[in-house]
């Protein structure tokens, strides 16, 4: 539950700011709120076995971390909120899903 309510207020704190095309103050705020939410994700698709959506995830994380600043042309900005913001939106469909069954089999005794 606590992670469905961090997904949902990062992906309100980047439709603000496609919408409102927020500026270079505000970034740092969005960035911690995206860091947090794909952090949190990016666990629990390792827990959930899916690696490829982790690695999204983590590169997520590496894009908006607000430890540095990346100076992206205000076009690339706008695409990669954009395609963060879909990617926020589908994880509930992507965590809906099981499992694969091999790596069910090979977590059920370790759980």
Do not use: N, Y
Not at 18 to 35: K, N, P, Y
Not at 75 to 100: C, G, Q, Y
Request: charged share 15%; hydrophobic share 60%; glycine share 4%.
């Amino acid at each position: 539950m606590l992670i469905r309510l961090m997904t949902l207020v990062a992906t309100a704190t980047l439709s603000l700011a496609i919408l409102f095309r927020s500026s270079v103050d505000f970034r740092m705020e969005v960035g911690i709120v995206v860091s947090v939410a794909a952090t949190a994700l990016a666990v629990r698709s390792l827990f959930a076995g899916r690696l490829v959506w982790a690695l999204l995830f983590s590169g997520v994380l590496g894009v908006f971390t607000p430890f540095h600043h990346a100076e992206f042309s205000p076009f690339l900005v706008s695409v990669l909120d954009m395609a963060t913001l879909a990617l926020f939106a589908a994880s509930p469909i992507i965590f809906r899903k099981s499992a694969h069954p091999w790596m069910a089999k090979r977590l059920q005794g370790k759980l």
